[in-house]
């Protein structure tokens, strides 16, 4: 029978990574994968590893290139040659948690066919020890079905070793192929090819989160004397790069989508203005205001969306928000949505300081402020459609179980996704309106 799942892994030197990795890959719970294993032209041995694992029972089709041709090359090869509904990317040196598959692929994704990718979290393994972070900013986001292509316009946190995709839906975005021929020969391509695959899958499908670390991505000396050789120009022009890549494709990515990666682009990384100060001044424009005049709620809301579930994801950064957008900025775009928005000025308010309090662990002040905005929610139902009364209804039925239980972290997430729903519907796209 065929497997439901291939594994394509490059390797380049320290043998010793690709024996930890390929160890992982035999601790697997689920054993229905095939790999495909590429040696990049390593000057260490590293076939004798390989043949290691092969007697001990893992399908493996082993590859030796001749000549280094790099890791995205080599994975268009395998790819090619590869058949299975679902792919994962795997670097050498990477491990995998022994239940990984069984949770992202059987448990997840092959349970959810609207989604196109899945993911889980990860730890740093520094000198063999974990972290216990990823070290990155990233959408705090609970185990489920998820729409992440937003959060992919102002943050890169997945990491090929610990996402597994749908072949289909990476056949329908270009697959290795339309991503070569777009940035290979551009000179900062390197760490922004990734992060734009997974922007376009994301755009065609769901992601199925899995809120945990189940994985480990090693950092050793070999990555950080690449880093040092490739210098500080080279980093930052390439953290750019993927935004700009977003920003000016058409073809999958709606006006709001490419509007909050350039936000996140200039006002976060380009300039210290805040993606969301900066968002504001794009609606507040001479030019460009007019031109997004009718998507401008929708922008708003959904910049201040992503920028609320996003956090600093880093044992060694004291403050999470801190990169992301100065002290009031949330309270600034709330403030600017109300006065495009009366009618849900108050509501937004409310729930944003209910969240703002659970998050900062003032639970009493947290109870207080859900109970105002509850009596609010209930004034203002009738303004609103049948379709999100319906949705709030639901929301706040799930977020009184969890105060009554004192479950904080899971109610101000749920909160967090009543935030869409308090915002104008006029002048959205027919594919957002009809979510709520």
């Known amino acids: 029978m065929k497997n439901k799942l291939d594994i394509l892994l490059t390797a380049y030197n320290n043998p010793s990574f690709l024996d930890d990795c390929l160890n992982s890959l035999l601790k697997q719970t689920i054993s229905d994968f095939n790999i495909y294993l590429v040696d990049d032209c390593s000057k260490d041995n590293m076939e004798l590893v ?4 092969i007697n001990l029972g893992l399908n493996i089709t082993f590859i030796k290139n001749k000549k280094n041709k790099g890791a995205l090359l080599s994975l268009n090869e395998m790819y090619k040659i590869s058949t299975s509904p679902f792919i994962l990317c795997l670097h050498h040196d990477d491990i995998l948690e022994p239940d990984f598959i069984e949770l992202v692929l059987f448990k997840g994704l092959m349970c959810h066919p609207e989604c196109s990718l899945g993911y889980s979290l990860f730890s740093r393994l520094i000198d063999n020890n974990s972290t216990c972070d990823t070290g990155q900013l990233i959408p705090k986001l609970k185990t489920g079905v998820h729409d992440i292509v937003d959060f992919l316009c102002v943050t890169s946190w997945l990491i090929p ?54 994985g480990f991505y090693r950092i050793h000396n070999d990555q950080n004397t690449k880093t040092e050789a490739k210098g500080k120009t080279h980093i930052s022009q390439s953290c750019t790069l993927a935004y700009d890549y977003i920003y000016n494709d058409h073809d999958l990515f709606n006006q ?19 993606p969301i100060e900066y968002g504001i001044s794009m609606v507040q424009s001479e030019f460009l205001g007019d031109e997004i005049s009718d998507i401008k709620y929708e922008f708003l809301s959904r910049l201040h969306y992503v920028f609320s579930l996003t956090v600093h994801d880093d044992i060694y950064v004291q ?45 009493d002040e947290g109870n207080r402020e859900i109970l105002v905005f509850i009596d609010l929610i209930e004034n203002k139902m009738p303004d609103l459609s049948i379709k999100k009364q319906l949705l709030i209804k639901t929301l706040l039925g ?35 309106r009809t979510e709520f």
Request: a neutral charge.
């Open 398 to 432: 799930d977020a009184l179980n969890y105060l009554y239980s004192k479950d904080y972290e899971i109610l101000a997430t749920t909160l967090e996704q009543m935030i869409p729903a308090l915002t104008p519907m006029s002048g959205l796209s027919p594919k957002f």
């Open 50 to 53: 390989v043949t290691k694992f």
């Open 319 to 363: 403050e999470n928000k801190l990169p992301l957008y100065s002290e009031d900025s949330l309270d600034i775009t709330l403030e600017y949505i109300g006065s495009i928005n009366p009618i849900n000025k108050d509501l937004l308010r409310a729930l944003d300081y209910t969240i703002s309090s659970l998050k900062n662990s003032d639970f």
């Open 161 to 214: 070793s610990f996402v597994i995709f749908r072949r289909n839906s990476f056949d329908s975005v270009g697959a290795f192929d339309r991503h070569i021929e777009k940035i290979i020969t551009d000179v900062y391509h390197s760490g922004s090819v990734d992060h734009y695959m997974y922007a376009r899958l994301a755009a065609v499908g769901k992601a199925y989160v899995l809120n945990e670390h189940k």
């Open 256 to 274: 709001v989508t490419r509007l909050i990666a350039r936000a996140n682009q200039v006002g976060r990384i380009l300039a210290n203005i805040g």
